[in-house]
């Protein structure tokens, strides 16, 4: 558990600077990307105070709400 990453750096960035300005970071995030890492971090997961997920499983909420981190997970509602 690295913290949030990115492929761009120029979007890294960006998002570094709106996480230095804010007083709560929440952070979206499809459950397919957690355990990736990309080419920019853009915070730590000291810095991240919510990630909102669509799935998360025990062993990865362990780890998130270890550093902190609080995590709301919700499903889908299912189509078809």
Same mark, same amino acid.
């Given at each position: 558990?690295?913290?949030?990453?990115?492929?761009?750096?120029?979007?890294?960035? /960006?998002?570094?600077?709106? @996480?230095?300005?804010?007083? #709560?970071?929440?952070?979206?995030?499809?459950?397919? %990307?957690?355990?990736?890492?990309?080419?920019?971090?853009? /915070?730590?997961?000291?810095? @991240?105070?919510?990630?909102? #997920?669509?799935?998360?499983?025990?062993?990865?909420? %362990?780890?998130?709400?270890?550093?902190?981190?609080?995590?709301?997970?919700?499903?889908?509602?299912?189509?078809?």
């Amino acid at each position: 558990a690295d913290g949030a990453s990115t492929p761009d750096l120029a979007t890294a960035q /960006a998002k570094r600077s709106m @996480i230095g300005m804010a007083h #709560t970071v929440i952070l979206l995030s499809d459950s397919t %990307k957690f355990g990736r890492t990309s080419f920019a971090r853009f /915070a730590t997961l000291d810095e @991240i105070d919510v990630i909102v #997920t669509d799935r998360c499983h025990g062993k990865t909420r %362990k780890a998130l709400t270890a550093h902190g981190v609080d995590v709301v997970c919700g499903k889908p509602p299912h189509r078809g």
